[in-house]
């Protein structure tokens, strides 16, 4: 009689093993299922959040991680991010009036390969004393900086371009100082371009525009 039990137990182990696989196979793909997506970026010609920024060197803003990724072909191969190691910086424009100096860089891509950018640059400038402790404005101000970012691609020999406005006279808000130097960051890099220039400036009254494709006025 014992004997017997134990065959007839048999059958109810074969039937419970393939169920309990069936299950554990069930619950991953469930788990697959429910598994979060990443966050969606935002798109071009989008206003990206002052928290998207990755932080560049001097602590100036760039663009948000994943939003100046774009396939560069069909492949599905991605545009290098423009950088500073394969750029030259000059003024392509300056007027002043009203005691504001608005000048329009121009920033080459000297590569052998298009490249892509998004966001606002960066801007330090050396004083008498070193490099000024300078707070950057990205936006706000006159209308030439006051544009919505938007995503550009720049073909090897061709140029971006950015808009800074700043005061030159000393007034209530500070003293206006003298520098002979300045850098250019470009949006996510953490190096920096640099080129003589002289000027004067008060650094808590530099605005600026978002990289574009064509000067702007």
Known sequence: MGTGGGIRRIPVLVILVPAVLAMAGGGYALARALRSSPPATNGAGSRPASTGYHGAAGGHAAAPSGSTTHSGSSTGVSTPLCSDSSAVVRVSSQEGAAGTISTVWQVKNT?????????????????????????????????????????????????????????????????????DRVKVTQPDNTASVQKASSGCLIPTSVYLGPVTSSPTA
């Open 111 to 179: 590569s052998s390969t298009a490249c892509h950018s998004y966001g606002y640059p960066g801007m330090d400038f050396r004083g008498k004393s070193g490099w000024m402790n300078v707070q950057v404005h990205r936006g706000g101000g006159m209308n030439n900086v006051n544009q919505t970012p938007t995503a550009i691609v720049v073909r090897p020999g061709a140029s971006l371009y950015f808009v800074s406005d700043w005061s030159d006279v000393t007034t209530n808000v500070g003293n206006c100082q003298t520098f």
